[in-house]
């Protein structure tokens, strides 16, 4: 997980997906590992018979590894992120905040918008182009999206 939160154009939004992601699939192998199903442990599941002792410890030590990711980004996880930001093709414009609503409008019916967001395969919002284009949309997504997720970034630079 360590690895998949560095890099350039990391984003606040990455991070959310990519720890909550790992809460969720630890969350999973817990419950798998409750019902004696040990396909993600490739040690235990080569072991004739698991005792009771080691069973417990392994299953704490899960639970407490999603208890401390949930307490250490409990911020992260209560961050909401407007659906525009990253499906703005499928967004309802009454859903969105009166200011935006016009860029949005512009922006869901710009066909070459697609194309850069393909492209390059960055937010859109971070396009130069579109910057120029929607410049208080961009600028929103900016403030949501380019705070450091995390030291990499700043030790980057």
């Given at each position: 997980?360590?690895?998949?939160?560095?890099?350039?154009?990391?984003t606040?939004?990455?991070?959310?997906?990519?720890?909550?992601?790992?809460?969720t699939?630890?969350?999973?192998?817990r419950?798998?590992?409750?019902?004696?199903?040990?396909?993600n442990f490739?040690?235990l599941?080569?072991?004739?018979?698991v005792?009771?002792?080691?069973?417990?410890?392994?299953?704490?030590h899960l639970?407490?590894m999603?208890t401390?990711?949930?307490?250490r980004?409990?911020?992260?996880s209560?961050m909401?992120?407007?659906?525009?930001?990253?499906?703005?093709?499928?967004?309802?414009?009454?859903?969105?905040?009166?200011?935006?609503?016009n860029?949005?409008?512009?922006?869901?019916?710009?066909s070459s918008?697609?194309?850069?967001?393909?492209?390059?395969?960055?937010?859109?919002?971070?396009d130069?182009?579109?910057?120029?284009?929607?410049?208080?949309?961009s600028?929103h997504?900016?403030?949501?999206l380019?705070?450091?997720?995390?030291?990499?970034l700043?030790?980057c630079?």
């Amino acid at each position: 997980m360590n690895a998949e939160l560095q890099g350039t154009n990391k984003t606040l939004l990455d991070s959310k997906t990519k720890i909550f992601g790992f809460v969720t699939r630890v969350s999973q192998c817990r419950v798998e590992l409750s019902q004696r199903e040990f396909v993600n442990f490739v040690c235990l599941n080569s072991c004739n018979d698991v005792s009771d002792r080691v069973f417990n410890v392994i299953t704490s030590h899960l639970q407490s590894m999603v208890t401390d990711i949930m307490q250490r980004f409990v911020d992260l996880s209560e961050m909401g992120f407007p659906g525009w930001l990253t499906q703005y093709k499928l967004v309802e414009l009454g859903d969105v905040e009166q200011q935006f609503q016009n860029e949005l409008a512009d922006l869901q019916n710009d066909s070459s918008a697609e194309v850069v967001h393909k492209g390059k395969c960055q937010f859109m919002r971070l396009d130069e182009e579109i910057i120029e284009n929607c410049p208080n949309l961009s600028k929103h997504a900016q403030n949501l999206l380019l705070p450091f997720p995390t030291s990499y970034l700043v030790e980057c630079a």
